[in-house]
C-alpha cells in the first residue's frame, strides 16, 4: 500500500490510501521471483554435464512458470487496490505480457526437460517424451496444459485477437483455469523441488489458494453482495447523437459504492440479449445519490443495444474500478484531453476536480462539431467553475497540422508543462496526442492515460 507524496511548484500532495502502486506491485512481483530462484538454488546443490544443464534450466522456467502465472491470474482478479493503484489499462498490459510470459517459458520448460533428459538417459527425445506420457504421474495432464496454454497465447496474438470477437476471445481465455488444474499436480508429483520439501509444497499451495481466494471474492462475492444491497436499475436512456446514448441507472445506498470520478464499472444489463456480457463503460458524470450514469458510443452488439434498454431494466454492476482519478494528480494546474467518447471520464473529472479559476482547462478534439456530446453540460460547468474549455473539430491531421500538435496545445495552455495533464479517447489520438504532449516538454510522468482497448 502507498502513499504518494511528490509534490511540485507549491501544488497539492497526492494521496492514495488503500492502493498498491505501480513500483510496490514490481518490487512484490520481483521479490517473489527471487524466492522462487532461491528454492530452486536451494534444491541444487550442483550441476552435472550437459544434460544436468539443460534439466535444471527446465526446472527452473517450469518453476517461473507457476509463479507467472499465479501473478497474472492475481492482476485479472478485480482487486480493488490493485485497480485503483494501478488502473485498468496497465493492468491489462502486465497481465498481456505476463501471458506472453507464461506460454513461453511453459514451453520452454517443457522443452528443456525432455532434452535434459534425454540427453542424460543417451535416448532420442521421442523415446523421452513417450515415456514421460507414460510413466510419469500427471504429466499428460500437464502436457493438455501447455496446449492449452498455447492455444490461448496464440488468440491473444494480435492479428488473430482483430479476426475474433471479444467474447470469444474471452471465453477461451476461461481456459487458464482450467490449464492451471490440469498443470498443478504434476508440479508436486514429479517436481524437484517440491517432491521432498514439505514447506516448499506448502507456501506454493497457499500462493495458489490466495489467488483463487481472492479471484472468487472480487469476481463472484463481492458483485452478488452489491447486486443485493444496491438492486440496481436503468431509469432511463437519452440520445447525445447519433450513435451516443447516455443510460441513467439508478439503486439503493449508491452512495456506499464510494465511486471516484474518472472511475469505470463492468455493466451486465439483464435483458434476454445483454445478461450474459458484462462489458466496462466509464461514469460520465459524478455519481449522484439517486443515480449514475454512462454515456456510451455504438461500437458493436452490446453497446448498440443499450439504447434500446427500457427503464425498470435490472442491471449487475461490478466495480467500481480504475485509477484514472484524482489520485493521481500531483500538480496544482491540470488540462484534460478528451477524444471523442473517450470525454465519458474526463467530463467526471472536469465537473469535480479541485481548482480555483483557470487551474483547469479540457481540450476536447472530434473529427467534427456534430460529435462533442455533453457540449451544454461541459459549457455549463466551464461557466460555473472559470475552466477553460476548447472545442477542437476537425480530421486528424499530420505531426504539426493536427489540432492536438505541441505548438497548439503550448499556443492554447502555455504552462502546460507545469500541469498534470489526463487523456482518454481513441487509441491512435492517444498515441500522438503522448508524442505530442512530450514534444511540448510535458514530463511522462504528468500523463495520465485510461484507454478504451483491452
Ligand atoms: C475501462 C474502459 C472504459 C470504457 N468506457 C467507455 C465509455 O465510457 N463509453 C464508451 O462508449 N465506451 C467505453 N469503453 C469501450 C466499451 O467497453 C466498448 O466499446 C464496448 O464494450 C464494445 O462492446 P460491443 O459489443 O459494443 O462491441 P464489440 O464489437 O464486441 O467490441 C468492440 C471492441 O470493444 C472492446 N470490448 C468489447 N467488449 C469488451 C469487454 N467486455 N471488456 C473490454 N473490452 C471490450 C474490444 O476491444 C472489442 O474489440 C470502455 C472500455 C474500457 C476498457
Redesign the pocket.
Known amino acids: 500500500m502507498s502513499t504518494a507524496t511528490r509534490s511540485s511548484e507549491g501544488s497539492r500532495v497526492a494521496v492514495r490510501r488503500g492502493q498498491v502502486s505501480p513500483p510496490t506491485a514490481l518490487a512484490s512481483i520481483g521479490l517473489g521471483g527471487l524466492l522462487v530462484l532461491a528454492l530452486w538454488l536451494h534444491d541444487t546443490p550442483a550441476v552435472i554435464g550437459f544434460g544436468g544443464w539443460l534439466t535444471n534450466a527446465g526446472r527452473l522456467t517450469g518453476l517461473v512458470a507457476g509463479y507467472a502465472i499465479a501473478v497474472i491470474l492475481l492482476l485479472m482478479a478485480r482487486v480493488p487496490a490493485l485497480e485503483r493503484g494501478l488502473g485498468?489499462?496497465r493492468l491489462?498490459r502486465w497481465h498481456a505480457m505476463g501471458g506472453r510470459y507464461v506460454v513461453s517459458l511453459a514451453v520452454a520448460h517443457t522443452l528443456l526437460i525432455i532434452w535434459g533428459y534425454s540427453v542424460s538417459a543417451h535416448t532420442d527425445v521421442v523415446s523421452q517424451t513417450s515415456s514421460f506420457i507414460r510413466s510419469y504421474p500427471d504429466v499428460l495432464m500437464a502436457t493438455v496444459a501447455v496446449l492449452v496454454l498455447v492455444a490461448i497465447g496464440v488468440t491473444s496474438a494480435r492479428a488473430a485477437?482483430?479476426r475474433l470477437?471479444?467474447?470469444t476471445w474471452?471465453f477461451i481465455h476461461l481456459y487458464t483455469y482450467l490449464a492451471v488444474a490440469l498443470s498443478f499436480s504434476h508440479e508436486f508429483a514429479t517436481g524437484a523441488d517440491f517432491v521432498d520439501n514439505a514447506p516448499a509444497r506448502w507456501l506454493w499451495s497457499a500462493l495458489y489458494i490466495a489467488v483463487a481466494a481472492l479471484l472468487l471474492w472480487c469476481r463472484l462475492a463481492m458483485p452478488v453482495r452489491a447486486a443485493l444491497r444496491h438492486r440496481l436499475v436503468v431509469l432511463g436512456v437519452r440520445r447525445e447523437s447519433a450513435d451516443?446514448v447516455s443510460v441513467y441507472i439508478g439503486g439503493r445506498h449508491l452512495g456506499e459504492l464510494a465511486t471516484e470520478p474518472g472511475q469505470?464499472f463492468?455493466w451486465r444489463f439483464l435483458t434476454r440479449d445483454l445478461w450474459w456480457?458484462?462489458?466496462?463503460?466509464?461514469?460520465?458524470a459524478a455519481a449522484r445519490p439517486d443515480w449514475l450514469r454512462?454515456?456510451?458510443?455504438?461500437?458493436?452488439?452490446?453497446?448498440?443495444?443499450l439504447s434500446t434498454l427500457a427503464p425498470g431494466t435490472k442491471v449487475l454492476a461490478e466495480g467500481p474500478?480504475?485509477g484514472f482519478t484524482a489520485t493521481r494528480r500531483t500538480r496544482r494546474r491540470v488540462l484534460l484531453i478528451a477524444g471523442g467518447?473517450g470525454i465519458?471520464?474526463i467530463r467526471a473529472l472536469f465537473e469535480t476536480l479541485p481548482g480555483y479559476p483557470g487551474e483547469i482547462c479540457l481540450l476536447y478534439r472530434a473529427n467534427d462539431i456534430g460529435e462533442f456530446v455533453l457540449r451544454e453540460e461541459l459549457e455549463a460547468i466551464a461557466r460555473s467553475r472559470g475552466a477553460e474549455l476548447h472545442l477542437l473539430p476537425g480530421r486528424p491531421g499530420q505531426g504539426s497540422s493536427d489540432q492536438l500538435a505541441a505548438e497548439r496545445v503550448t499556443a492554447l495552455v502555455p504552462d502546460v508543462r507545469q500541469r498534470d495533464v489526463f487523456l482518454c479517447g481513441p487509441p491512435g489520438m492517444m498515441a500522438a496526442a503522448t508524442r505530442e504532449l512530450r514534444r511540448a516538454g510535458v514530463a511522462r510522468r504528468d500523463i495520465h492515460r485510461?484507454?478504451?482497448?483491452?
Open positions: 485498468a489499462d491489462a485477437r482483430r470477437a471479444y467474447e474471452h451516443v469505470f463492468r456480457a458484462a462489458n466496462p463503460y466509464s461514469l460520465s454512462i454515456t456510451v458510443k455504438v461500437a458493436g452488439g452490446h453497446s448498440a443495444a474500478y480504475g467518447v465519458t471520464p485510461e484507454s478504451f482497448v483491452f
